[in-house]
């Protein structure tokens, strides 16, 4: 699996680490050939995912509401996923503490 993250700090804290490597495990049990491209932003992460064939889009977004549900993290799918054969997702980052 093909990963580009952009606009990232040069160390990144543990919850993330974690997270990102619990994303592409579940990812790649799915499709290992797609390809990830991550963009975080002040507000949110914003995930593109191009899966190596249509086939498996449909099983990329079922483990990936499986997964964020188990972790309680809410997703936003974006709205052109049939007609673009792009899954892109957003995770809003909780700046309050």
Same mark, same amino acid.
């Given at each position: 699996?093909? =990963?580009?993250? &952009?606009? /990232?700090? @040069? ?8 997270? /990102? @490597?619990?994303? #592409?495990? $579940?990812?790649?049990? +799915?499709?290992? !050939? *797609?390809?990830?491209? =991550?963009?975080?932003?002040?507000? @949110?992460?914003?995930?593109? !995912? +191009?899966? %190596?064939?249509? &086939?498996?889009?449909? #099983?990329?977004?079922?483990? !990936?509401?499986? /997964?964020?549900?188990?972790? %309680? +993290? ?5 709205? *052109?996923? &049939? %007609?673009? @054969?792009?899954?892109? /997702?957003? $995770? ?6």
């Amino acid at each position: 699996m093909e =990963v580009n993250r &952009k606009y /990232f700090p @040069a160390v990144m804290q543990d919850n993330e680490d974690i997270y /990102f @490597a619990s994303l #592409m495990g $579940i990812i790649e049990s +799915v499709d290992e !050939l *797609s390809s990830l491209e =991550v963009t975080r932003t002040p507000q @949110a992460y914003l995930f593109r !995912l +191009v899966p %190596s064939l249509p &086939k498996y889009t449909n #099983m990329l977004i079922q483990e !990936l509401t499986k /997964f964020h549900n188990l972790i %309680s +993290v809410r997703l936003d799918f974006g709205k *052109s996923i &049939k %007609s673009s @054969a792009t899954i892109t /997702f957003q $995770i809003p980052i909780n700046t309050s503490i």
